[in-house]
């Protein structure tokens, strides 16, 4: 079964103070691994896909990294607007097998 | 663009009533999905539809039902609702091969009494 496990549960920052999320996963033939960002009250908005062991995207503040266990979210600088939730998703299997999601990491930054 | 819409945003059901939501979107996607996501749970697949005329069912099926009559709609109904069922609904959509990009509507949060 796969399982994916994100951590910390919450994370509160200085603004300025950058610092990582985690997402560990259990899965039988990765296909690809999903960052989105939710707001409160929202849905879940596409971020990144990372497909193999080295990749790495960028997008303003923020860094996905993959490796054979687990991904990070590498947020530089944050501003209070980068507070949210960040949910970590797995694929296996084929091009268009279901997403297995993690919890969610919410993340606060103060001004 | 609209992207992903879903009606009602909110609703208030008591035990045993039944009601639909609704799906739309407006991107030409063939893939459509039903998620519940609950407090310390994360999102949980229901039914998700791979194009016009088809379902099927995904992690937690029971006490829903689905249909994709058309391929810009996908409706999520609950027959006899319980208060398991409170939880907010999201719906997705993505494109083929793409299925991990997956668009997300606003969600309706629904209450069972």
């Known amino acids: 079964e796969d399982q994916v496990t994100q951590s910390p549960e919450a994370l509160r920052l200085q603004e300025g103070e950058s610092s990582s999320l985690n997402c560990s996963y259990t899965?039988?033939?990765?296909?690809?691994l999903f960052w989105y960002r939710q707001d409160p009250g929202k849905g879940p908005e596409f971020l990144f896909t990372l497909y193999s062991a080295g990749e790495e995207k960028e997008k303003e503040r923020l860094k996905a990294t993959l490796t054979k266990k687990e991904s990070f979210l590498h947020i530089t600088a944050p501003k209070p607007e980068d507070s949210a939730t960040y949910l970590c998703a797995v694929q296996a299997g084929g091009a268009n097998s279901k997403l297995t999601f993690g919890k969610g990491i919410t993340l606060s930054v103060r001004p | 663009n609209a992207g992903v819409t879903q009606t009602p945003k909110f609703r208030v059901l008591k035990t045993g009533q039944s009601m639909t939501l609704l799906c739309a979107q407006d991107m030409n996607h063939e893939y459509m999905y039903w998620y519940r996501q609950d407090p310390g749970m994360g999102l949980r697949l229901i039914h998700y539809s791979v194009g016009e005329g088809t379902t099927a069912k995904g992690e937690v099926p029971d006490g829903y039902n689905v249909s994709r009559l058309k391929k810009q709609n996908f409706l999520l109904g609950l027959e006899s609702a319980a208060p398991s069922q409170t939880s907010v609904y999201f719906c997705?959509?993505?494109?083929?091969?793409?299925?991990?990009?997956?668009?997300f509507g606003p969600g309706t949060r629904l209450t069972v009494t």
């Open positions: 899965v039988s033939g990765l296909r690809g």
């Open positions: 997705a959509s993505s494109s083929p091969g793409l299925a991990g990009e997956q668009y």
